[in-house]
């Protein structure tokens, strides 16, 4: 009897290690460094007065197409008035005529917290069977945060969108390059609100700002494609 039983356990045991093997997961999470910079009253050029960036991922995969992810990151921005051509009145909205431009710099940080909804162009997965999984895919992203200003010393509603590309490395490990544009409500994300007197709403003439991050992430709670047909 004990014979029977070890060599069902001997039979049993390369099945369970294969079908772990075999496995999707729902969900990831890791981090990434990288860049941001922000458009405003003191910076209007995209790309300028980059500073560095730092976030922490938790994504839940719904299926090889769509996921949902949660990030909270920490970004740098900066800005000056010197690196602008256009006249910063140093009294604006006081009906005075003012000679003396306003001479204004910052350098501060954003902290994130968004929720984004994500779509693969390709079925991303590891293994390239009859599904026509690909380990390469690009995709777009939308969502919805929060954004903390250190300069403005206030929260802000943030729209982010962008776009990037995700790798699968091994079985369990993801890289990818992550673009996003964070529109927001405020206009004190650099400490000056309304330098040229007008007033507008909505995410119109406000702070915006852009974060672009080198991630790694780790794949894990397993679920097995054998007994999970939604592949």
Known sequence: ?????TAMLICWLPL??????????????????GASFYIGDLNNT????????????????????????????????KGS?????????????????VS?????????SVVDFSCMYEVNFFPYGYYQDFFGHKRLTPFLQLGLGMAFASEGK????????GAGVK????????ASF?????????????????????????????DHYSIALLTLTYSFAPRCPNCNKAR
């Not at 009897?1 to 039983?5: A, F, G, L």
């Not at 369970?16 to 460094?33: L, P, Y």
């Not at 003396?100 to 501060?108: A, D, H, L, T, V």
């Open 1 to 5: 009897m004990s014979r029977y039983i």
């Open 16 to 33: 369970t290690v294969s079908a772990q093997e075999d496995a999707d997961f729902r969900m990831e999470i890791g981090g990434g460094v």
């Open 46 to 77: 995209m790309f300028a007065c980059q500073k560095p960036a730092v976030g922490a991922y938790w994504r839940y995969l719904f299926d090889h197409y769509n996921s949902l992810r949660v990030n909270l990151t920490y970004a740098g921005i």
């Open 81 to 97: 008035t010197q690196d602008h051509d256009n006249f910063y009145p140093s009294a604006p909205g006081s009906g005075e005529v």
């Open 100 to 108: 003396e431009p306003m001479k204004r710099e910052f350098s501060g």
């Open 154 to 161: 206030g929260a802000a509603l943030s729209l982010p969108i």
């Open 167 to 174: 790798y699968r490395v091994s079985k369990r490990l993801n």
């Open 178 to 206: 992550d673009w996003t544009m964070h529109f927001t409500n405020s206009d004190k994300l650099d400490g000056v609100e309304d330098p040229f007197g007008i007033k507008s709403e909505g995410f119109k003439n406000k």
